[in-house]
């Protein structure tokens, strides 16, 4: 009987937190739509008006069906999202799915090794400011915390680029040219591809190209992670069940890993989903600051050439990714704690 | 009368104790000091923002710091301790404009959808947190991006893309508040007494939540900073024949990294870490100072002194999105 309520709970939850990001998505959608229609002009004279007669232009933009109602627009948009064909750039003729597949893996492999180092520093230096409270750690972990904060990313990548350029490490792309026009770029994840084709050498230049761009990233998101375990794992120490463990003579040690520490851990699961969106724009940032042919510097591209079409399917992508991660991190925590579902 | 309601106002500041009375007093001299760079701009810069030559001699490219540029000058011949003083100009310039923004719309809206409610709170609240859940860089960049045909790229266009930025969060923060206040005795005696609504919602509801402004207000002016250095990083920002920003010189300075040359670099990066510590300090300060919650604690019982989110949480609203109060989890 428990059982089944819970997990009606449980589904009633999932259905609910679905139907409100289906619902945040068409909002996102919504607004980055308006937006691209209140730019100056229409798409093609906006990005190739300076180079086509005006002939040419009205040809193009009647193919591309900008000379239709504003309403069937926005409805052949929502339809070019579901069918997850995003129409191809004005520039540069690139279908948005490709810049997808080329940029948007290489911004992944940075997150994703940012968020990397994020974890290495964050957790532990969480752990220790909440263990040792007021001590040199806790001290010393917020002080960094609100320092690491103020600093710009591209201002930490420039001061990382001195250094690097006194010692002669590569601060600029994913990999050396030659080591790039080699690859074959099965995953389009540099760090993949080169393990795929066993060349090791390339795999090491391409960890070397990763490794500035990602400590940077990184460091730059951890103090907020620092913070939040901190605050943690000081509320997990004052509840009963430590107390309750020390009263049973656990040495202090155990307590402290076993019971404070696994508990302190699980809002990081949470707070991995919020700063999805903050690594997303400190991405773009950094792939400027490095040359890194990620997707946000293809969108700062695009931006400066006025190319609407590529703009609206790249941010279009970002704010589904988004909200996907955002419903993700909700949906896992309510599967591993039951306390969320009956909010 | 006059004299009595500051003193009322001064009042938590000088009974705030330790650490926090010291974070606070760190932040405002941060603060004050480029303020005053701001405002004597003028005196205070050697040279215009500008100003690539001086008594019909060209400043030297890429010229390292000496006697006559202490700070050196840039790749465009700028003297970059000039570039850095007037920066300050622009900063606070843009920032004060972008915090009187997201206020006068965020602090409205929030009040009319906590106090009204129903469906009108319910759409609003789904945008706002549609907005709220986007990367806040690129919802500025295309703003800037958007606005520049009509407004040119000023102070004006940056402090409406950061304005866009932050309308979301005083939304949310005032909204929860009031939702919070509203149902509280106090209002309802008013409500029972037959006080109209604008009074209400005037004198008791927003009296209360306005405590709660100042600290945000700050917390979100340091993050502004970075938000328009980031923006004049990306090119979206302040010309530089507008005025000096210090996120542009940055991105001008990125490429001289590799030849080892910092000073054109070095300079605007640490006055923007130095300018939002300050903002940070000052925020959490008021933070703890204003709070009259934390204050008591501190001298009451040492030992619950310290609530989930208690400290700082505002400058983690800040920075992210919260949900719904699940953060703060726990027994």
Known sequence: MKESSGSSGLRTYVLTRLAL???????????????????PGDPITAALGARLPAKELEKRKKEAGYDKPILQQYGEYLGQVVTLDLGESVTDNRSVTSILAENGTATLELTLAAFTITLLVGIPLGLLAGRYRDGPWDI????????????????????????????????????????????????????????????????????????LPALVLGL?????????????????????????????????????????????????????????????????????????????????????????????????????????????IDLINAFIDPRVRYR | MRQR?????????????????????????????????????????????????????RFPKQGSPDGTHLFGTTVGNYDVLSRVIWGARTAIEVVVLAVVFSLAIGVPLGLFSGYVGGRAD????????????????????????????????????????????????????????????????????????????????????????????????????????????ALGFLGYGIQPTDAAEWGYDLQRAIDDAGAGIWWTGLYPGLAIVLLVTGFTLLGEGLNDVINPLIRARSTAKPEIEEQPGGEGEAAILSMEPPRGGEEPRGP
């Not at chain 2, 938590?12 to 010291?22: D, F, H, M, N």
């Not at chain 2, 690539?52 to 001699?57: E, F, L, N």
């Open chain 1, 140 to 211: 010393g972990g917020r002080l960094y915390g609100i320092v690491i904060y103020a600093f710009p990313v591209f201002f930490l990548g420039f001061l990382f680029q001195l250094l690097a350029s006194q010692v002669g490490w590569p601060t600029s792309g994913r990999a050396s040219p030659i080591v790039e026009f080699d690859l074959n770029k099965v995953t389009h994840f540099y760090l993949i591809d080169t393990l795929i084709q066993g060349d090791l050498n390339a795999f090491w230049d391409v960890v070397q190209h990763l490794f």
């Open chain 1, 21 to 39: 990001a289906l619902l945040t998505v068409l909002i996102l959608l919504t607004v980055v739509f308006l937006l691209m229609r209140v730019a």
């Open chain 2, 5 to 57: 309601r500051l003193s009322r106002w001064l009042e938590p500041i000088r009974e705030s104790t330790g650490v926090s009375r010291w974070i606070f007093w760190i932040g405002v001299a941060i603060v004050a000091f480029f303020v005053i760079l701001a405002v004597f701009a003028p005196l205070l810069a050697p040279y215009g923002f500008d100003q690539v030559s001086a008594d019909g001699v």
């Open chain 1, 220 to 328: 730059t998101i951890s103090g907020v992670l620092i913070r939040l375990i901190r605050v943690n794992l000081l509320q997990t120490m004052r509840g009963d069940y430590v107390e309750a463990a020390r009263a049973r003579g656990v040495s202090e040690r155990r307590v402290v890993v076993n019971h404070a520490f696994r508990n302190a851990m699980v809002p990081v699961v949470t707070v991995a989903g919020l700063q999805f969106a903050i690594l997303l724009g400190g991405a773009v940032l950094t792939e400027e600051t490095f040359n890194w042919p990620g997707i946000g510097s293809e969108l700062v591209r695009y931006l400066n050439q006025r190319d609407y079409v590529a703009v609206q399917g790249i941010v279009t992508v970002f704010a589904i990714a988004v909200v996907a991660v955002s419903l993700l």
């Open chain 2, 122 to 229: 319910r759409v609003l609240v789904l945008i706002m947190d549609a907005l709220f859940a986007f990367p806040y860089i690129l919802l500025a960049i295309v703003i800037a991006f958007l606005l520049s045909d009509k407004l040119g790229q000023g102070v004006v266009t940056a402090a409406i893309a950061i304005t866009a930025v932050y309308v979301p969060q005083y939304f949310r923060v005032v909204r929860n508040h009031v939702i919070s206040v509203r149902e509280e005795p106090y209002v309802d005696a008013a409500r029972a007494l037959g006080a109209p609504r604008r009074t209400i919602v005037s004198r008791y509801v927003l009296q209360n939540v306005i405590q709660s402004v100042p600290a945000l207000a700050t917390l979100n002016a340091a993050d502004a900073i970075l938000t328009l250095a």
